[in-house]
C-alpha cells in the first residue's frame, strides 16, 4: 500500500509551493486565496527516497522499497466545519480512508491564525505531522521557535520547512516514512476543566456506536449543537453548555473557540519565550531599550524629541513660515483680486473671512503634522515603535486595550486626526474602535490656546498645575472610558497581542517619502473638504441676523440665537453666556475658534478681564473640562466617522463624548464652588 499524505492548511499557507517542491510539479502557485480549487495528486520525488537510505542504511531502504508516498493538493481550509464547494473537496478527502496521513501545513508568520486549524486536525485523532513553513522568513526576521516544545504540548510532531526555499523537506518525508507521528500522538486536552468536561462526556455517547473521530464530534456538537439525531442522550450536556454560555457571557459557537485561542496564545508564548540567540546588535540595543527600569524614560526623552521637533521651535518656525507665505499669497493676492472685480461685501466675506481663513488656520498646522509624521514614520520603520507598543501592552491589556493603541494614543496629544487615521495599523476592528473612542479625550495641541487664555485670567499663579491638571484629567477619562467600553460594550471581545519584536533597520528614504506623503494627503485633502464647508457655514451664521439680512452686530447673528437657544443645557455647569456657548459651537470646526470667538465677543486682547464678567473661577475651570472633553473638532469628527465606518458607533461615540464632557464639567464646578 502506497502511502497517502494529505496536504492541509489555510489559504495562502504555501500547501502548492510544498506540493512542487516535494513532487517536482510546476504548477501555477498564486499569492491569493482558491486558486487550488481541486486536489491534485503527485508522486514524491526519488530524491527525498534517496536521503532516507543514507539515514536508514541499504537494508531498511529494501524493506520499504515498495512503498511509494504520494501527496495530495487540497484547496485551503480555515476550519473543518466549511461548507463551500472547495472547502468540502478538501473536508471529504480528510476524513476519506484514502487519506493516510496529514501534513499540516502552517505559516509561521501567521501562528496565531493558522493554528485553530491544527487543534481541530489534532482532535479528528487522525495521523498527524505539523509542518511549521516560511521558515526562512521567521529567519530573516530573527524569530526561533521552540518546535520540540510545541510538538510536546501538540501531540503531534512539530517541523521547521520552507517549501520556497526548499530546506527541511527531507526531515519531513523521513518523519512520514518512519511513522514517528504514530508514538507521538497522545491524546491532548485543549480546554479548561469546565469545557474539558463537558467534551470527554459527550464524547462517551459518540464512542459508543461509532468509533471514528468520536472526540472531534463531540466537539462539533459543543460548538454547533448538531447531535446526529440522538438528541435526548445530551439533556444535561446542553443544560450545562447553557450555564457556561450564561457564565461567560458568550455565544455558543465562541465557547470552544475562545479556549482554543487561550490555548495557542499559551503556546506560542512558551515556544516564543525560549528564544535563541537573537542576532547581536538587535539584541544588544533590545537589552538597553526595554531594559525593566530604562525603558519608560528612554521612551519618555524619545517622545520628547519627537514633540518638541514637530510642536517645538522647528515645527514652530516652519508654521510661521507657511502662514507667512499663504497670507502673503494665498489670501492677500485672493483679496486684492476679489476688491479689483468688485465681488459683493457677503462674497468677499464668505471667501475671505470665513474659508480661505478658517482653511488656512487648519493647512498651518501642516508643516508640524509634516514633521511629527516624518519621526514616527522613522521609529516605525527602524522597528523601535514595536517596542514601545511592547512596553505599554500589559499596563494597557488591564483596560481592554493593547500595545497597538498606544502610539495612535500618543499621536492625540499633537492632533486626533492623524492618531485616528494611526489606528489602522490596528487589524482587529473592536480594538481599533475602542481607541478611536479614546483618542479625542488626549489633550490635543489646539486646545492649548484656550488653556492659556483662562488660566491667564482666573489662575495666574498656577498656570502650569491647571494645565497640567487637565492633559492628566484627559487621560484619566480615556483610561475610564477603555474601561467603561470594555465592560459593557466590547465584553466578550477576547484577543492577544503577541508581539513579534522586529530586527532593527535603517528606514529607506522611499519608505520614509511614501508614508508621510500618504498621511499628509489624507490630512489635507479630506480634512480640508470637510473645513471649507463648516467655515463657509459658520461664517454665514455669524453674519447674518435672524432676518437674513447682514448684520454687524454678532449679538444678533443667527449663531448668537442658536447659542441663546441651548444656553440653558451648560446653566448647571456654571456658564450659561451665549457668548461661551457660541464659542463652544464655534468650536466644532477646531478647537481654536474657542479663543478666536470669545475674541471676536469679548474683545479679549483689548481687555482680557472682560471674561470675569461672565465666568467665576469654578465655571472657568468647568468650561476648560468641558472644551477639553467634548466633541473633536470637525475634521477630527470627519476621520472618526471615515475610519469607523459604522454609523452607529459614530453616533454612540459622539454622545458619549458629550455626555461625559458635561457630568466631568458639573462635577467639577459643584467641587470647585464647595471649596472655594
Ligand atoms: P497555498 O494557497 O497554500 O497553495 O499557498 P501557495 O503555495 O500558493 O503559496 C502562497 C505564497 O507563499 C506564494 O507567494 C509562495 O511563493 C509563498 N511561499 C510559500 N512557501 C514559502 C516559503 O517557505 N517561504 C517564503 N518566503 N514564501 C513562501
Ligand atoms: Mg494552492
Given at each position: 500500500m502506497p502511502l497517502n499524505i494529505a496536504l492541509v492548511g489555510n489559504p495562502n499557507c504555501g500547501k502548492t509551493t510544498l506540493f512542487n517542491a516535494l513532487t517536482g510539479d510546476n504548477r501555477y502557485v498564486g499569492n491569493w486565496p482558491g486558486v487550488t480549487v481541486e486536489k491534485k495528486v503527485g508522486e514524491v520525488k526519488s530524491i527525498f527516497y534517496e536521503a532516507k537510505s543514507a539515514y536508514a542504511g541499504e537494508k531498511y531502504c529494501a524493506e520499504k522499497k515498495e512503498k511509494k508516498i504520494f501527496v495530495t493538493d487540497l484547496p485551503g481550509i480555515y476550519s473543518l466545519y466549511a461548507y463551500g464547494a472547495e472547502e468540502g473537496v478538501a473536508r471529504d478527502y480528510i476524513f476519506s480512508d484514502d487519506c493516510g496521513l496529514i501534513v499540516n501545513i502552517v505559516d509561521g508568520t501567521n501562528m496565531e491564525r493558522n493554528l485553530y486549524l491544527t487543534l481541530q486536525l489534532i482532535e479528528t485523532g487522525k495521523p498527524l505531522i505539523i509542518a511549521v513553513n516560511m521558515v526562512d522568513v521567521l529567519n530573516k526576521r530573527g524569530i526561533k521557535i521552540n518546535f520540540k516544545l510545541m510538538s510536546e504540548r501538540l501531540g503531534a510532531p512539530v517541523l521547521p520547512v520552507s517549501a520556497g526555499k526548499g530546506t527541511g523537506l527531507e526531515a519531513l518525508i523521513l518523519a512520514a516514512e518512519s511513522e514517528i507521528y504514530a508514538r507521538v500522538g497522545a491524546p491532548v486536552n485543549f480546554y479548561g476543566k469546565e469545557l474539558g468536561d463537558i467534551i470527554s462526556s459527550a464524547e462517551k455517547i459518540f464512542f459508543k456506536d461509532k468509533k471514528d473521530y468520536a472526540r472531534y464530534r463531540a466537539v462539533k456538537y459543543l460548538d454547533m449543537g448538531e447531535t446526529d439525531g440522538k438528541a435526548d442522550e445530551f439533556c444535561s450536556h446542553e443544560k450545562k453548555i447553557g450555564e457556561l454560555i450564561k457564565l461567560r457571557e458568550i455565544d455558543r459557537d465562541a465557547l470552544v473557540a475562545s479556549e482554543k485561542y487561550d490555548f495557542i496564545v499559551s503556546l506560542l508564548k512558551q515556544a516564543r519565550a525560549a528564544k535563541g540567540k537573537r542576532q547581536t546588535l538587535s539584541k544588544k540595543i533590545d537589552a538597553v531599550v526595554t531594559n525593566r527600569y530604562l525603558a519608560v524614560p528612554i521612551f519618555l526623552c524619545?517622545?520628547?524629541?519627537?514633540?518638541?521637533?514637530?510642536?517645538?521651535?522647528?515645527?514652530?518656525?516652519?508654521?510661521?513660515?507657511?502662514?507667512?507665505?499663504?497670507?502673503?499669497?494665498?489670501?492677500?493676492?485672493?483679496?486684492?483680486?476679489?476688491?479689483?472685480?468688485?465681488?459683493?461685501?457677503?462674497?468677499?466675506?464668505?471667501?475671505?473671512?470665513?474659508?480661505i481663513r478658517g482653511v488656512g488656520s487648519v493647512l498651518s498646522f501642516l508643516p508640524e503634522v509634516a514633521l511629527l509624521f516624518v519621526s514616527l514614520t522613522i521609529l516605525e520603520d527602524s522597528g523601535y515603535m514595536a517596542r514601545a507598543a511592547f512596553i505599554a501592552d500589559r499596563p494597557l491589556k488591564?483596560?481592554?486595550?493593547?500595545?497597538?493603541?498606544?502610539?495612535?494614543?500618543?499621536?492625540?496629544?499633537?492632533?486626533?486626526?492623524?492618531?485616528?487615521?494611526?489606528?489602522?495599523t490596528l487589524q482587529n476592528e473592536r480594538q481599533r474602535r475602542l481607541t478611536m473612542v479614546v483618542i479625542p479625550f488626549m489633550s490635543c495641541g489646539a486646545r492649548l490656546p484656550v488653556y492659556s487664555v483662562f488660566t491667564a485670567v482666573f489662575f495666574p499663579k498656577n498656570a502650569p498645575f491647571i494645565i497640567f491638571s487637565l492633559y492628566l484629567l484627559g487621560m484619566i477619562t480615556a483610561m475610564l472610558s477603555a474601561y467603561i467600553f470594555k465592560k459593557i460594550v466590547l465584553k466578550d471581545d477576547k484577543t492577544e497581542f503577541i508581539m513579534e519584536l522586529p530586527e532593527y533597520r535603517f528606514p529607506t528614504v522611499k519608505n520614509l517619502f511614501r508614508h508621510t506623503f500618504e498621511r499628509i494627503e489624507d490630512f489635507a485633502l479630506k480634512a480640508g473638504t470637510v473645513i471649507v464647508l463648516s467655515c463657509a457655514a459658520v461664517w454665514f451664521l455669524q453674519n447674518f441676523g435672524m432676518d437674513f439680512r447682514m448684520t454687524d452686530n454678532a449679538g444678533e447673528s443667527i449663531l448668537a440665537a442658536i447659542g441663546g437657544f441651548i444656553a440653558p443645557i451648560f446653566k448647571p455647569l456654571g456658564f450659561d453666556d451665549w457668548r461661551a456657548v457660541t464659542a463652544l459651537l464655534t468650536g466644532i470646526t477646531a478647537k481654536e475658534s474657542v479663543v478666536s470667538t470669545l475674541e471676536i465677543l469679548f474683545g479679549l486682547s483689548k481687555n482680557p478681564a472682560s471674561l470675569a464678567s461672565s465666568f467665576t473661577v469654578a465655571s472657568a475651570y468647568s468650561f476648560l473640562v468641558f472644551t477639553l472633553l467634548y466633541t473633536p473638532c470637525i475634521a477630527a469628527l470627519a476621520a472618526l466617522k471615515r475610519e469607523m465606518q459604522s454609523n452607529k458607533w459614530f453616533a454612540l461615540t459622539l454622545c458619549y463624548q458629550l455626555a461625559a464632557a458635561w457630568t466631568a464639567a458639573f462635577l467639577f464646578f459643584k467641587l470647585l464652588r464647595q471649596f472655594g
Open positions: 524619545v517622545m520628547f524629541l519627537v514633540f518638541s521637533l514637530s510642536f517645538g521651535a522647528p515645527g514652530r518656525a516652519m508654521k510661521s513660515a507657511f502662514e507667512y507665505l499663504y497670507n502673503q499669497t494665498v489670501s492677500d493676492g485672493l483679496a486684492r483680486l476679489l476688491i479689483k472685480i468688485e465681488v459683493s461685501q457677503w462674497l468677499y466675506g464668505v471667501l475671505i473671512d470665513g474659508i488591564k483596560i481592554g486595550l493593547t500595545g497597538k493603541s498606544f502610539i495612535p494614543m500618543l499621536m492625540g496629544f499633537g492632533c486626533s486626526v492623524p492618531a485616528l487615521l494611526a489606528t489602522r
